[in-house]
Structures are given as C-alpha cells and as structure tokens.
C-alpha cells in the first residue's frame, strides 16, 4: 500500500489514504506518497525478476543476471525520491525516473546504485519492450545554483576574466577540509555492500541531483536530463545480477504541486511591509537625518522614522533576481565611525565591505569608500571587542578569523584587521560567528562553529588568540562550511555560565544550545541540546524548516532571559534544489527561553511564529524603534523588507 500524506482529513482517493504529516524516514521533505505496505497491486514488473513486498520493505531477486523492472502506476515528472537500499551478493540495481513507454522501447533518466565495484552514476537509459537494456549514455554533468541547465554559451572572443578570489585560485580547506585544529571529523560517505545505503534523488526540470547518506551531492551521478532524455512518467526500480536488492522507506514528493499556507501573523506583533523588493539581506537602525527618530537602512536604501515611508538612496539601486542572481548587500550595519556625529553605514558589497560616510543632511547619496576587501563570511558579527566603546566587525577573511576596527585618525581608510586565529580559513562563504564572554573574563571571546577564541589581556602583543576546539556547528549536508547564523552568547540556563545558542548549518537543518560545563580543573567544554532539527526527528512545538541563516537574540517577552529570534532564509542559492526543502514556506520565529529545571541542561525553547511569508535574511534586528518599551523585529529578504512592531502589551 502507498500512503499519500499531506491533509488533516483522512480521505480514499484511488485506493490511497490521505494522513496527516508525521515524522518521516527521510529528513529532508515531506513525502506526498509512502510505501508502508505488503503488496505490490500498484506495480507493474517487467523482465525476469521476483518482485515481493514484506513489511514495508520492496524486495527484488533477479531470475537472471538481465534483471528486470517494477513499475510504478502512477506518473510524475518534476519528482523527489528518498529510500534505504541494501544490494547483496553480485546484485546490480538502480532507480529509474520519468520512465516513459513510446513504441520503441523504454527510456528515462536512470540513477545506478554502486555495487562495491563501480560508483554510483546518472544516464539516458534505452530499453527494449521486454525491459532489456538497449543503451546507457551518461548524462552531461549539471548541477550548482540554477534549477535548468541553459544550452552551453557562444563560444568567447576574448581571454576569460581574472578570478577575484584572493590569489586567483579556488578556495578550499586545505588536507581533509577542515581548518587547522578543528575538532570536526568528515563523515565517511563512501558505499559499503551488504548494508543499508540511505539514498535521495530530485529530478526537477532538467536537473538530476543525487545524495547517497545524505553526503555531498556526488560528480558521477548529477546529470542534465532533457526532455529528449525523459519529460514525464513513472519511477522504476530495476535489479539485475545475481544478488538481491531491498528497499525500504521508500517515499515519493511530487515537486510540481506546491501548496501556499495561509498568511499568519503572530497576535505579539503589527507587520509593516516598507518595501516590496529584493534589494538585501539585512536590516539596521539609526538616526541618519538627525531628527532625533531611529531610521532603518537595508541594502540601497534608508526609511525615515516614524512611519517609514519615504525613503532615499545611500547607492544607486538594483533589484535582484531571485532565480538567478543573488543580493550583493549582504550584511550592513550603522554607527558614526567617522566621528562627526552623523551615523555611516558599513555593507558588504559581494565579498568585500564598504564604508559609506553620511553626507550630514544633504539629499544626495553617500560617498564611498572600500574598507574591508576580503570579508569572506556570509555573516559578520558588530560588536565591541575590545572595549573601547566603538562597535568593531568581526568576520572570516583572508583565510582567518578577524576583527576589524577602523583607524581613528583615517576611519575612511582601510581599517586595521586583527588576525585571532591560524591560517586555514579559506572556504569562502563561511557560515556562523558570535561575540561574547565564554570565560567569564570581562573581556570579548570570539564564536565561531569550530569553537571559540579566547581575547588575552589588553596590552598584548597582536598575534592569534588561545584556541579552544569545541563542536558549535554541524558538518553541511552540501559540504560547504559548518555553521549557521549569528551565534547568540548569553546565560541560557541561569547557572552563571554564558552558553551559546545556534543555527547548525544555515543551507540545512537543526538548531541548538550549547551548554557550558566546566570540570574541577576550570576547563570548559559544550554540551549540544537540539531544539529543532529536520523532518524526521520530533521538534520543540512540531516547529521543522530548513535554511536557518538569519538569526539574532533578544528579550521579546521581557522577563530579562534573551531569546532566539530566527528565520528561513528562502532562495538561499537561488530558485534551485541545491538546498533541503527550498521551497518550505518563509517562516520567522522566535524561541522563548524558559528555564526549567526539568528539562536537559536546566532550559528549553519555546517557538513562537512571528510571520509565514517573509523569512529571514542573512542578519536579524531586534530593536525597539519607537521607545514604548518592546522588541520590534525587521528583516530583509527577497521578499522585500519588514517591520514587525512589538505590542507593548504582550510582554510580561
């Protein structure tokens, strides 16, 4: 039996139950169709093959070594699919999507298990009639951020541009990945015969992405399936050789039909949508014009207070494409480094970050000057780290992690970078930072997924900090870089010690604290608690998204515990699946922290949504714009930007 999961309602349609959305097998979508059953009335098979079913396991063994199909009856053409297989003895076997019968045979989009001898991979298949196999071509390579692959471009008349990566060249951890020290062990990916392999294909529009445990998309089996190759029809699962094949949580999405929820807005906070274009990622606040009422800037442009509504130009303006460019403004934040008592706005512009100076009332736009060239994090921290009241920016770059000050006798000049850590940070995109006290100190430690720098007393010569590993992250599922979003530092549960809460991997899944313990000996060590992860693990408030990238914390309740304010960052690599479940809706929460002894590690999270139809960029401000004593949120997303004004009334 198939079971169609997706409504409230129980309902009998084409012999299929509709169920309400549960905990699923696999963790990256919600399947609309689940093999739960012993039998296959559903199939059709083809070849030479016994095909049975036995407690929600498909089990198939070849009659000879040719092999055969089953079939499933029901067509799809954009589809995701995620099983376990587990091939024994000389079994070769595979998965077969978009299988269309014309009169000359079958053919489709063809995925090939490994078999301990050769690797997995993706071709145009041909079959006979009979199901025999006639041809197998691979497919040409395809994949990265689109969702189609476009015909190869015109040959160029002129030389390729210049890489404007540091030293022209790719940028990778060096040896296994991972920066020196960091206390990450990449997973074993590879295949092993004779056990359960999870496995996870999406073919949607001419794309075909493949994840054998959940690991890096695999260079062998992404491919470009054309319409030639196959447009529309059934999956198909095919055994040959001498062994058996078995296949068990076996779950079908169709990716064509996508549900829109109902708008909700939390009953805590009065939305206003001040812009309704892709323009940034981030939000700040000041006073820019001088009129004593904070104003928001985000991306190209600032919002004058109270009402904001008019708003001019910093820079000249572009929307972006949210199929297929991505925001150059991605973090941005205000303060009057220039001293002159007008705040300047610093904005990364790409990978490099910008000052642009206030031109103190004048209606033009601002001046600009290049600050900080080789911010190579998606997130930048703005904190003042050491001590001297002026908010610094705290960033990976260059191949390190940093913070920045600008110099006080030339703030437009290129500011003075402070390298904590060793050299080996060279992943571009790098993912998670956070500023606070760990050790209790006084003084500013830097957070990062890999652990955390300790600041050594003032007056010490400038050299990388102590380094103390520690987990605070999550290795990718798309091996980027561990991390998430900003990564908050504050006393979670109430026992004196600063702990950290955070997004896991901001292209993925999972958000967590981390408790600080300490032994008799002062050494401090985390201990991870989940607060949410992916859909197949049970949840703070059943609350699951994916692409947590934007994150901040703050008191929104008002009973003097930060809390964690975080979103989905939709289209985080554009309008494509290289990313889990891109198409979940756009929500923001935030997660109340109440201390409860009861609970793992003395705390826990409590979501509440705030909207369902903006997310969240890569940055959060939580800030009480109009002074009535309550945390307003603003976000900036490729929905445009928003205020959510904080009642007054709703806090305790």
């Known amino acids: 039996m198939w079971k169609l999961v997706g409504f409230t309602a129980v309902v009998t349609i084409f012999g299929m139950v509709f169920l309400a959305p549960s905990?699923?097998?696999?963790?990256?979508?919600?399947?609309?169709?689940?093999?739960?059953?012993?039998?296959?009335?559903?199939?059709?098979?083809?070849?030479?093959?016994?095909?049975?079913?036995?407690?929600?396991?498909?089990?198939?063994?070849?009659?000879?070594?040719?092999?055969?199909?089953?079939?499933?009856?029901?067509?799809?053409?954009?589809?995701?699919?995620?099983?376990?297989?587990?091939?024994?003895?000389?079994?070769?076997?595979?998965?077969?999507?978009?299988?269309?019968?014309?009169?000359?045979?079958?053919?489709?989009?063809?995925?090939?298990?490994?078999?301990?001898?050769?690797?997995?991979?993706?071709?145009?298949?041909?079959?006979?009639?009979?199901?025999?196999?006639?041809?197998?071509?691979?497919?040409?390579?395809?994949?990265?951020?689109?969702?189609?692959?476009?015909?190869?471009?015109?040959?160029?008349?002129?030389?390729?541009?210049?890489?404007?990566?540091?030293?022209?060249g790719p940028m990778r951890f060096p040896g296994n990945g991972l920066p020196p020290g960091s206390p990450y062990t990449r997973p074993d990916y590879s295949y092993h015969v004779g056990e359960w392999t999870p496995l996870e294909i999406i073919l949607d529009a001419n794309i075909m992405r493949v994840w054998l445990h959940d690991g890096p998309e695999s260079g062998t089996t992404n491919g470009e399936a054309d319409d030639d190759v196959a447009s529309f029809g059934p999956v198909a699962f095919y055994v040959g050789g001498t062994g058996e094949i078995r296949f068990k949580d076996v779950e079908l999405k169709d990716l064509g039909r996508r549900v829109l929820p109902d708008e909700q807005i939390s009953n805590r906070f009065r939305m206003q949508h001040i812009n309704d274009f892709y323009y940034g990622w981030s939000a700040t606040a000041a006073d820019v014009n001088h009129d004593g009422v904070l104003d928001i800037i985000s991306g190209p442009f600032y919002y004058l207070g109270p009402d904001y509504k008019v708003s001019r130009e910093i820079f000249l303006s572009k929307t972006s494409d949210v199929t297929s460019q991505l925001t150059p403004n991605m973090v941005n934040f205000a303060y009057d480094y220039t001293g002159d008592g007008w705040p300047d706005l610093l904005v990364s512009k790409g990978r490099s970050m910008s000052l642009y100076v206030n031109p103190k009332g004048e209606l033009r736009r601002w001046d600009r000057y290049d600050v900080l060239p080789a911010?190579?994090?998606?997130?930048?921290?703005?904190?003042?780290?050491?001590?001297?009241?002026?908010?610094?920016?705290?960033?990976?770059?260059?191949?390190?992690?940093?913070?920045?000050?600008?110099?006080?006798?030339?703030?437009?000049?290129?500011?003075?970078v402070h390298k904590i850590s060793e050299e080996g940070y060279n992943v571009p995109a790098q993912h998670g930072i956070g500023v606070g006290d760990i050790n209790g100190d006084g003084r500013m430690d830097i957070v990062s997924p890999h652990g955390w720098w300790e600041q050594p007393q003032s007056g010490m010569p400038d050299k990388p900090w102590p380094y103390h590993p520690a987990e605070l992250g999550r290795w990718p599922r798309a091996g980027g870089s561990v991390g998430g979003a900003e990564m908050a530092v504050c006393d979670v549960n109430g026992d004196g010690l600063n702990d950290v809460v955070t997004s896991l991997e901001a292209h993925g899944w999972g958000i967590a604290w981390f408790e600080q313990k300490r032994d008799k000996s002062g050494t401090i060590s985390f201990v991870e608690h989940m607060i949410i992860d992916d859909y197949s693990t049970k949840n703070a408030g059943d609350v699951t998204f994916s692409e947590p990238h934007g994150a901040t914390f703050a008191d929104v309740d008002g009973d003097g515990i930060p809390d964690f304010i975080v979103g989905k960052r939709v289209f985080s690599h554009q309008e494509s699946y290289t990313d889990p479940d891109p198409f979940g809706p756009a929500v923001l929460y935030w997660f109340r922290t109440t201390r409860n002894p009861k609970a793992p590690g003395g705390a826990e999270f409590k979501p509440e949504l705030i909207h369902n139809r903006s997310g969240a960029g890569s940055t959060i401000l939580a800030a009480d714009l109009n002074h009535d004593g309550a945390v307003d949120i603003v976000t900036s997303t490729n929905r445009g930007t928003f205020i959510f004004w904080g009642k007054p009334k709703a806090r305790k």
């Not at 189609?148 to 541009?161: E, Y």
């Not at 003042?384 to 920045?404: Q, R, S, T």
């Open 23 to 168: 905990a699923k097998a696999n963790r990256n979508f919600v399947p609309d169709w689940t093999f739960q059953g012993s039998s296959l009335a559903q199939f059709r098979t083809l070849g030479d093959v016994d095909w049975h079913a036995e407690n929600g396991e498909i089990v198939g063994v070849p009659r000879s070594p040719a092999g055969g199909w089953l079939i499933l009856d029901r067509s799809l053409q954009d589809t995701q699919f995620a099983a376990t297989f587990r091939c024994t003895g000389g079994c070769k076997a595979g998965v077969l999507l978009r299988t269309q019968t014309t009169a000359d045979g079958i053919h489709g989009a063809y995925v090939a298990l490994p078999d301990g001898q050769n690797p997995a991979g993706s071709f145009d298949l041909k079959l006979d009639t009979q199901g025999r196999e006639l041809s197998r071509e691979p497919l040409k390579p395809a994949g990265g951020m689109v969702r189609v692959m476009a015909p190869p471009a015109a040959p160029r008349t002129s030389p390729p541009a210049t890489s404007a990566r540091p030293g022209g």
């Open 375 to 416: 911010v190579w994090g998606e997130i930048v921290a703005f904190k003042d780290v050491n001590g001297d009241g002026i908010p610094d920016a705290v960033y990976v770059g260059g191949g390190y992690v940093c913070w920045a000050t600008p110099d006080p006798k030339n703030p437009t000049a290129p500011w003075i």
